[in-house]
């Protein structure tokens, strides 16, 4: 089985600073593209972040030089920091990553449970 737990989540003012992490667990092979989405009540899920296996990284204008990814491939692990906050960026924030996992074959896409960002004053 696999698992995509992440954390980082919680209550920020408008302008500071948070880092999500995500970490795939289980019996995986290999790790291919993971991102960061987020859905809030008035929206549909969109990506926010996007990284390769060998660090190749995509950005909505919307957070593009505000939020920054990477990865850590040893602990199969997803960053987001996220700086600059706004009002607007306040969501469920979803990990998502392609991988394979051992005595499979293909491509196969895990989602995390998801953790809470808040910005407010």
């Known amino acids: 089985q696999v698992q995509l737990v992440e954390s980082g989540g919680g209550w920020v003012q408008p302008g500071g600073s948070l880092r999500l992490s995500c970490a795939a667990s289980?019996?995986?092979?290999?790790?291919?593209?993971m991102n960061w989405y987020r859905q809030s009540p008035e929206k549909q899920r969109e990506l926010v972040a996007s990284?390769?296996?060998?660090?190749?990284?995509k950005y909505p204008d919307s957070v593009k030089g505000r939020f920054t990814i990477s990865r850590d491939n040893a602990k199969n692990t997803v960053y987001l920091q996220m700086n600059s906050l706004k009002h607007e960026d306040t969501a469920v924030y979803y990990c998502?990553?392609?991988?394979?996992?051992?005595?499979?074959?293909?491509?196969?896409?895990?989602w995390g449970a998801g953790t809470l960002v808040t910005v407010s004053s």
């Open positions: 289980g019996d995986i092979y290999t790790v291919y593209t």
């Open positions: 998502l990553a392609g991988l394979m996992r051992y005595h499979c074959f293909g491509e196969a896409l895990y």
């Open positions: 990284i390769t296996s060998i660090g190749n990284t």
